[in-house]
């Protein structure tokens, strides 16, 4: 079964410092996305990506974080300047097309202290 | 504003019986649903969609009911397992003008007693 893969599992860092988190996609899905879980809170849309670009940003997603597909196989979140509230679980996840779902990696666990 | 809402943020039933998740939304755009499952240290993990055009969907022990004119849906999970005990979020999204980028409810944990 193919897998989204997310790495690093766990990251501390601190704050104001930029972090990235690598994720790659299932190889032959078209749309990417990087969702968000605070811990004890629902799951939230940070950002889409299709054909190369942003398709959709939730307000979430402003100008401290930044996506990007480097090399047709990794998908990339970063985060500029950390704050505390960023801490969170970040999931990346790929689709074919929405009838069949979000296939979800395992997730990162981001920390800033 | 929350969009999809779960109401029961946890649910426990004995091994064999029923389960039933419910889910309500509010935005009338919405025309895609799906249930994930998601156990801890996990990403969520598809489970089953429906579409707004259909009332019942069913994949083995899963069935997902959508009831448009109350803006509910339901998930049965029939019959009910240890292994299904996890946390599921109902999710949904709205075609028109976006990549279908999913809006998530907070979530039910379901407890499923030997």
């Known amino acids: 079964e193919p897998e989204v893969t997310q790495t690093p599992s766990h990251q501390v860092t601190q704050m104001g410092q930029e972090v990235i988190l690598r994720c790659v996609p299932i190889?032959?899905?078209?749309?990417f996305y990087w969702y968000r879980q605070i811990l004890g809170q629902k799951v939230e849309f940070l950002v889409s990506?299709?054909?190369?670009?942003?398709?959709?940003k939730s307000e979430i997603f402003d100008d401290q974080f930044s996506v990007e597909r480097p090399d047709g196989s990794n998908f990339t979140l970063k985060i500029r300047s950390t704050k505390l509230e960023d801490s969170a679980m970040y999931f990346c996840a790929s689709s074919w097309d929405r009838a069949r779902g979000y296939t979800f990696g395992s997730g990162t666990r981001l920390t800033v202290v | 504003d929350q969009q999809v809402k779960q109401n029961s943020p946890s649910l426990s039933v004995q091994e064999g019986r029923i389960s039933i998740l419910n889910c309500d939304y509010t935005?009338?755009?919405?025309?895609?649903f799906l249930w994930y499952k998601k156990y801890p240290a996990e990403g969520p993990t598809f489970l089953i969609s429906i579409s707004s055009i259909k009332d019942k969907n069913e994949d083995g022990r899963f069935t997902v009911f959508l009831n448009k004119s109350a803006k509910h849906l339901s998930l049965h999970i029939v019959p009910s397992q240890p292994g299904d005990s996890a946390v599921y979020f109902c999710a949904a999204s709205a075609a028109a003008g976006s990549q279908g980028n999913l809006i998530f409810g907070k979530g039910t944990k379901l407890s499923v007693k030997p």
């Open positions: 990506f299709y054909n190369n670009e942003i398709s959709e």
């Open positions: 935005n009338s755009m919405f025309d895609y």
């Open positions: 190889s032959n899905h078209l749309y």
